[in-house]
């Protein structure tokens, strides 16, 4: 065995120089003649329809910067990861995207557990890094680097909290949350307390755990509880899972949630179960504003009709606010990109207004929308 | 009162799932002595055979979710026979941990291949029986439910009934009790073999399609958890025990159920899997293991 290894020795070493080399090799090249930003989202699997919809319009807002000349005359590259809607893969992406790619700037995760795995990577790297739609607080708090281009958690669940009881006029709540997913349990607590200090009732607090399919012993117990209205802070495919078997089950009273419902998946998993419920989100393409409409069709004519939900506004959004921002810095410096981001004020984008608060939180207001005759219907909006 | 009759029919439904699954890890231990644990995902591609099938039949009949069920049987069997024609009877005489490390590659293949085939994006299962609530009193059943109930009970029957009174099924619990003596008698052990695998990943098969019937939303990986309650299962009533696999199946369905319907929902599969290792700290064989005569 030693001898053996003796002989293999300079091979070994060869081969580990060769790639050495090879791995430094952009470093020792001119300087690149494009400017890279990693986009990394949930493009398949479970929440795939997240990261399809933002990536596609992510891709749309890039190819229409770069029509128009690009950011500091340099034409802008998107580098594309997916993580499999997969617990783990977010960090590894992200490494890559940030190591291998030599990245910029990140784009990225869609939901808020991904994106809390994402951002310790993105922190420690010291690279920006801005997520389109993670309504959890803990994600911008992980650090400095760490932007969002959507409203916060503890703002959507207060609106839903005050739409249960204003506008549905109901006291008694029921919670399905899941406990794996930091969106969920972070949104459940929000609702939960608010709706409480409004003189509302929980009568019954249920939890699930990611990628579970039976719901009907958490339902049971909620239909014995007598609600008046099911809030389930969850992501759609759950959701519609839920959605029909409390129909099973024979509970009427309607569902009400968050933007982790905004899937056109929603409605053709759960048929009819989902009619009368209502869900807040980031935007409604029913709007007659003029720079939605323009962005709504400019979608629709690119990706064979398919009308774009809230991920994808957000998506498209978070490309204007990235580029924006390097334009402002003058530089792909990091360090300068994350100040040009932390001081991006009343940018005008298809989702709203768009501040960015000394939290790195995008202050902006939410959509009201629920389903009618299988489709979508706007109800209204509510601003911050 | 009602909940509780209500959490019974949940329970039930859910543990006859489980028992379709359980049946074949038990059957495969009786005779080969060694967990298949590529049989969840004969249970997952079950499902997305039954997705197929149900796009060539009239949605929403009996008869056409009959045929769906069936054809979705008849699949599975030919992949779990050609599963161990390929896999397993080369290794045949190997050392048993040979082989179970074969059938945990065998079920990342199949999870992996049909994500490979059909993306990992979860699909929606189409209705293929005709579906409504049932009132029973204050108690509202849904068809599915009761479709899952008495589909797993014939079907359970009519593994009993094979087993224990055809020459196939003789010969089956001759290779159980000793490989080589039957083989002495002249039983062909590869025929013997084959027809367990075949069984077995047909009611894997029907138990997939029950199981998208009831969540409908079927994607590479949803074999993962089931197969892992009906193993556990399995061990509970006694491993290569069949009515045992078919009472852990329910204990199990229905321990999932009470708790996740109390105040512990959280907790709900610690409790349930909880309760097992309690059983198995006193009855080490599992509930019916040893003490039946019979094992197959």
């Known amino acids: 065995m030693p001898s053996s290894f003796r002989k293999l020795a300079p091979l070994l070493l060869s081969i580990t120089g060769l790639l050495l080399l090879t791995g430094c090799g952009p470093k020792n090249g001119a300087e690149p003649d494009t400017i890279k930003i990693g986009n990394y989202a949930a493009i398949t699997g479970k929440d795939g329809t997240f990261g399809d919809s933002s990536t596609k319009a992510t891709r749309l807002a890039i190819d229409e910067i770069n029509a128009a000349g690009g950011v500091l005359g340099k034409q802008i590259q998107l580098v594309v990861e997916d993580t499999q809607s997969k617990p783990g893969e977010a960090a590894t992406v992200a490494k890559k995207l940030i190591t291998r790619d030599r990245v910029v700037a990140l784009i990225g995760e869609v939901t808020s557990s991904r994106s809390l795995e994402g951002a310790g990577v993105a922190q420690a790297f010291k690279t920006p890094m801005l997520t389109p739609s993670a309504t959890n607080p803990a994600v911008t708090a992980t650090g400095d680097y760490i932007f969002r281009a959507c409203f916060i958690d503890p703002f959507q669940g207060a609106v839903l909290a005050t739409f249960a009881k204003d506008k549905l006029n109901v006291r008694r709540a029921a919670l399905l949350t899941s406990t794996s997913s930091a969106y969920s349990t972070g949104l459940g607590d929000v609702f939960r307390e608010q709706f409480r200090r409004d003189g509302g009732e929980i009568v019954s607090d249920q939890k699930f755990a990611e990628g579970d399919k039976d719901f009907k012993a958490q339902l049971t117990a909620i239909k014995a509880s007598n609600p008046e209205v099911l809030f389930v802070p969850a992501y759609y495919t759950e959701v519609a899972l839920i959605a029909r078997q409390a129909r099973e089950l024979g509970i009427t009273v309607p569902l009400l949630g968050g933007d982790g419902w905004e899937a056109p998946e929603l409605l053709e998993i759960a048929g009819d179960a989902m009619e009368g419920c209502y869900y807040s989100t980031h935007y409604s393409a029913e709007s007659p504003d003029p720079k939605i409409q323009a962005f709504v069709k400019k979608y629709r004519d690119r990706f064979d009709n398919r009308t774009p939900d809230g991920m994808a506004a957000l998506g498209y959004d978070a490309a204007y606010i990235m580029v924006d921002a390097i334009r402002r810095a003058g530089s792909t410096e990091p360090e300068k990109i994350r100040a040009a981001l932390a001081a991006t004020q009343a940018f005008d984008g298809v989702t709203g207004r768009i501040d960015m608060d000394k939290d790195r939180n995008a202050s902006k207001p939410a959509a009201i929308l629920t389903i009618i005759n299988g489709k979508f219907t706007y109800v209204e909006t509510v601003a911050p | ?296």
Request: with cysteine.
């Open chain 2, 1 to 296: 009162m009602t909940e509780f009759f209500q959490q019974l029919i949940n329970g039930l439904s859910l543990g006859a799932i489980y028992a379709l699954l359980a049946l074949g890890y038990t059957m495969v231990y009786g005779i080969l002595r060694f967990i298949n644990f590529a049989h969840a995902d004969v249970f997952m591609v079950g499902s997305f055979v039954g997705y197929y099938a149900a796009r060539h039949i009239p949605a929403g009949t009996i008869w056409g979710g009959l045929i769906v069920l069936l054809v979705a049987m008849i699949a599975c069997a030919v992949l779990g026979m050609a599963i161990e024609r390929f896999a397993y009877r080369p290794l045949r005489g190997a050392p048993t941990l040979n082989v179970l490390i074969t059938a945990i590659g065998m079920s990342l293949l199949l999870e992996y291949g049909v994500q490979l085939l059909f993306g990992s994006t979860p699909r929606n299962f189409p209705a293929v029986f005709p579906s409504s609530q049932v009132q029973l009193g204050d108690l509202t059943v849904s068809s599915n439910q009761l479709i899952v109930i008495g589909v797993a009970a014939v079907l359970l029957g009519g593994l009993q009934r094979i087993v224990f009174h055809t020459r196939l099924g003789a010969a089956m619990r001759a290779v159980s009790l000793n490989p080589r003596a039957a083989q002495l008698v002249g039983i062909n052990l590869n025929t013997v073999i084959a027809f367990t695998f075949a069984l077995g990943s047909a009611l894997a098969g029907a138990g997939g399609v029950l199981y998208a019937l009831n969540y409908p939303s079927i994607d590479p990986f949803m074999g993962v958890m089931p197969g892992l309650k009906a193993f556990v299962a399995a061990i509970l009533g006694g491993i290569g025990n069949l009515p045992g696999a078919a009472l852990g199946a329910l204990i199990l369905g229905g321990a999932e159920t009470v708790v996740g319907g109390s105040a512990y929902s959280t907790y709900k599969d610690a409790i349930a899997f909880g309760l097992l290792i309690v059983i198995m700290l006193f009855r080490p064989a599992g509930l019916l293991g040893r003490f039946t005569a019979e094992k197959v």
